[in-house]
């Protein structure tokens, strides 16, 4: 999205990658996760949802304290295992399990079931949501629906593979948006993704590589606040902070080729092929 062409942008202030987002990917090994008592799912089949839970408690317990830096994600470059790091292990699971509320087991399952590929009416009656939170400076976790409705075993592979990233910033040009997120499961050097969609129609028009099929999305309400363990070191202070990389971001139109892909004439047909979608 050209500079020129921008009407309207916004970012969650002082939100930073170096200080609010992990420095590993959502690639974890065996660990039982639970519901209480009850198993719910388990640590190597991701943890995104903690993930981006953990980033924006990181970020709003950062801005309560006036950045003073004393809560900020740790920089550990590998997954926390049970012998590394087993109170952020431990943490991330309380974040994932604190992301599968009612109501966003309802908005993955209920939209697979009952909606479809075209259906837009649940990604615009959350964007006004999202972009409430961000003009409040408070990042949006955003679950990311994958696959169309359907009442067969397909929408539970659908459901399992759905997303959550942490949406920080928009931009506006006419009825485009962009939405700027920091994605678990990217690698660090491959952050901000991006979701470009009408805010008229609720078409998604593009989003970056690597993303499966998004249909849909919405705004995750999680009422959990809990403090991430202690993190010994510090960064310098403000006066010698870095530029936020949120506010310096490249447009996604001006990104390599490599990292974007057209939804409608790359992207969406070659998910139908490899799945057998019907237009």
Not at 135 to 150: A, F, H, R, T
Not at 156 to 171: D, E, I
Request: charged content about 20%; proline content about 7%; overall charge positive.
């Amino acid at each position: 999205m050209s500079g020129s062409s921008l009407q309207r942008e916004k970012y969650v202030e002082g939100f930073s990658f170096e200080r609010h987002t992990y420095k590993f990917r959502n690639d974890f090994k065996p660990s039982l996760v639970k519901w209480g008592y009850i198993p719910c799912g388990d640590a190597q089949y991701g943890l995104c949802g903690g993930m981006a839970l953990a980033s924006q408690i990181y970020y709003l317990k950062d801005a309560k304290n006036n950045f003073d830096h004393k809560c900020r994600a740790p920089d550990d470059k590998v997954a926390p295992t049970r012998e590394s790091n087993p109170s952020l292990l431990e943490y991330l699971k309380e974040c994932q399990v604190a992301t599968i509320t009612a109501s966003a087991l309802f908005n993955y399952v209920g939209y697979m079931w009952t909606g479809s590929s075209t259906d837009t009416t649940k990604l615009l009656a959350e964007w006004p949501k999202i972009q409430q939170s961000i003009d409040k400076n408070e990042p949006s976790v955003v679950g990311l629906i994958i696959g169309k409705g359907s009442l067969n075993p397909r929408t539970w592979l659908n459901f399992l593979r759905s997303h959550q990233v942490l949406v920080y910033g928009y931009q506006c040009a006419g009825t485009v948006v962009s939405l700027l997120f920091y994605d678990p499961s990217r690698e660090p050097s491959d952050n901000p993704g991006e979701i470009r969609f009408d805010s008229q129609t609720g078409k998604i028009i593009e989003q970056t590589a690597g993303l499966e099929r998004i249909c849909s999305f919405f705004k995750l309400q999680c009422n959990f606040f809990k403090t991430p363990p202690s993190v010994s070191r510090r960064l310098e202070s403000k006066q010698h902070q870095e530029p936020i990389p949120s506010l310096a971001l490249k447009p996604l139109a001006a990104s390599p080729a490599s990292n974007i892909r057209d939804v409608e004439q790359d992207f969406f047909p070659a998910v139908r092929e490899s799945h057998n979608y019907s237009p």
